[in-house]
């Protein structure tokens, strides 16, 4: 069974089934998280592997059955403290997006990122994480959940952290 939200427990899907989770923008990237159920078989598990590796062309990880799995687990903590940087005054959001993409090689800076993924989507799976763990870390800061509030929510709404309107691509929001 495959589903999108990394958010969700594999239980809360479907009982005995091996999860595959593809991270946003599926069709684009080239991983596939393979997500067990405490009642999967090896033998599913392998078979939804080889699926995924050689049906799909994806390269695949296993990972416990937890909120987040591995790839959100990582991603939504570091892209909450680009908000709060944003938000503490730290630096712009384009000079934060630079620092990642000039200063560690990451192919897009963590704001557009989140603009991309959609701040609601963001903020609704770092909800998801702070009520599994209780870790400040995947708590959305005010500033997200305002954004959210007002509409903004990055590249879908034409604007976030950055415009994404006609004459304005790129320039921060």
Do not use: W
Not at 27 to 48: G, Q, Y
């Amino acid at each position: 069974m495959a589903h999108p939200a990394a958010n969700l427990f594999c239980p809360d899907v479907a009982a005995g089934c091996s999860f595959p989770h593809q991270p946003r923008p599926g069709p684009v990237l080239p991983l596939v998280e393979i997500i067990p159920s405490l009642h999967t078989s090896k033998a599913t598990e392998l078979r939804v592997r080889t699926f995924a590796g050689e049906v799909l062309g994806k390269r695949t990880i296993v990972a416990q059955d937890r909120a987040g799995f591995v790839v959100n687990s990582l991603l939504i903590p570091y892209l909450l403290a680009a908000v709060r940087m944003v938000a503490s005054g730290t630096a712009t959001a384009e000079d934060i997006d630079t620092a990642m993409t000039a200063g560690c090689a990451h192919p897009m800076g963590p704001l557009r990122l989140a603009d991309l993924i959609g701040l609601d989507t963001v903020g609704a799976i770092g909800e998801a994480l702070y009520e599994e763990y209780r870790e400040p870390l995947y708590a959305p800061p005010p500033l997200l959940r305002r954004m959210v509030e007002s509409g903004l929510l990055g590249r879908k709404s034409g604007r976030g952290f950055f415009s994404y309107v006609p004459g304005a691509v790129g320039r921060a929001a």
